[in-house]
């Protein structure tokens, strides 16, 4: 693919009338913009105390008169920008300075409210409708939010607050969501403090995220780090994640609603990951997964001080299947289990579930996992009459702890095979034995998303 480079003069005088110095600025998105404003020229104030949501609507709604004529970028120089939500728009790119911070007004009442998602028919905290996130757009294309590793900070610590006394109306709002969109790019920034999810994909295609960092105290409450939902084609790399929650959550709806809607979350790449997060998983799969989970890549995974590796989490009433999953590498320390899947998570949308929704749990394969410190290693329970098959662990090495349990394995309601696996599985994953020593599968083929390649885009920044 041409790569292309666009160089653009971005020239401001100061009060004083000092004119300011040019300095380049490059990085690389799937898309390079034709224009370029900066906040400051729709009335911004970074002081951290002005509230510029008014400011970040203004220069959203101008810039997108460019969609047509190259695009454009708002640049957010250095310093504290105080704002409420804001939509995106087609064709666009937001940039954060190195040095500067969005921070979430901390005001719950101005925040707007918007319906629940039609896969879930709830909230997740409340049963009605949902605080809009901070940064939210729908039936867009063509959308870039990145910087120097600006930071985009939630204040989630008020709405942690009102959501254990149980006060809040509606379900805490994301950071990032994305809905209904298409070639997405969230890359080179710092997330903290989420009042709940972090970053949220949801009925999109053509979705790149990297080198991103997410920070939240481990005890805080549902700050996932990634969620990709109901989601095709989508590549997460390079990311450092400590969560209160599952650092990567895949999903693709909940219970009869997400049956109905029907969009599972499909050909997705995860590499490159570092999580800690003591209470939930590096990788998990569901629990809402009623649209279809299937062939998703997971490769070079680390993980410190966390609950579990990878967890498949579904019930009786979920329906939907999650089949073709693929981890390989996974590097472990300190952990509860390192594999585990639960076909009694329960937890559903409402009581109109049907329970004769069983989910398919199908041709789970990990290989290459060395993990040290560790209580268990799986805890693998299926439901009975529905058991998870095809499962596949190869080349397995766990060092157990010194207050490790008794017994490293509990299985139940499940199938598959093991080949070389320390300490030995239990009876239903019998190992293939030297003789017929196997490899468990891991796709040789790529992606669709490996294919959309990262232009280097340059603008110059002009500053005293």
Known sequence: ???????????????????????????????????????????????????????????????????SDGGAQLFVPAGKWLTGSFNLTSHFTLYLHKDAILLASQDIKS?????????????????????????FGTNLTDVVITGENGTIDGQGGVWWQQFHKKKLKYTRPYLIEIMHSHKIQISNLTFLNS????????????????????????????????????CTNTRIEDAYIVSGDDCIAVKSGWD????????????????????????????????????????????????????????????????????????????????????????????????????????????????DVVAKNVTMAARLEGISGDPFTGICMSNVTIGMAKKAKKYPWMCSEIKGVTSRVVPQPCSLLPDKGQDKQVTCDFPMDTLPIDDLKLQKCSYVENYL
């Open 256 to 367: 009869e609603y997400g049956i109905k809607y029907s969009m599972p979350t499909k050909q997705l790449i995860i590499r490159r990951l570092t999580c800690i997060s003591p209470y939930s998983a590096a990788i998990a799969l569901g629990s809402e997964m009623s649209g279809g989970i299937e062939d998703v890549r997971a490769e070079d995974i680390t993980a410190i001080n966390t609950e579990s590796g990878v967890r498949i989490k579904t019930a009786v009433g979920r329906g939907g299947y999650v089949r073709d999953v693929y981890v390989k590498g996974m590097s472990l320390h300190t952990m509860k289990w390192v594999f585990w899947m639960t076909g009694n998570y329960g937890s559903h949308a409402d009581s109109h579930y049907d329970p004769n929704a069983l989910p398919e749990i199908k041709g789970i394969n990990y290989r």
């Open 111 to 135: 925040w707007g409210v918007v319906d629940p998602l039609p896969s879930y028919g709830h909230g997740r905290d409340t049963a009605g409708g949902r605080y809009i996130s901070l940064i």
């Open 195 to 230: 009042p709940s999810w972090n970053l949220h994909p949801v009925y999109s295609s053509d979705v790149i995220i990297k080198g991103i960092t997410i920070l939240a105290p481990v005890t805080s409450p549902n700050t996932d780090g990634i969620n990709p939902d109901s």
């Open 1 to 67: 693919m041409e790569v292309m480079v666009v160089v653009v003069m971005v020239l401001m005088i100061s009060a004083s009338g000092e004119r300011r110095i040019a300095a380049p600025i490059e990085y690389s998105a799937i898309s390079c913009r034709g224009h370029t404003a900066s906040i400051l020229e729709f009335g911004g104030v970074g002081d951290g105390k002005t509230l510029n949501t008014a400011a970040f609507q203004r220069a959203v709604k101008e810039l997108s008169k460019y969609a």
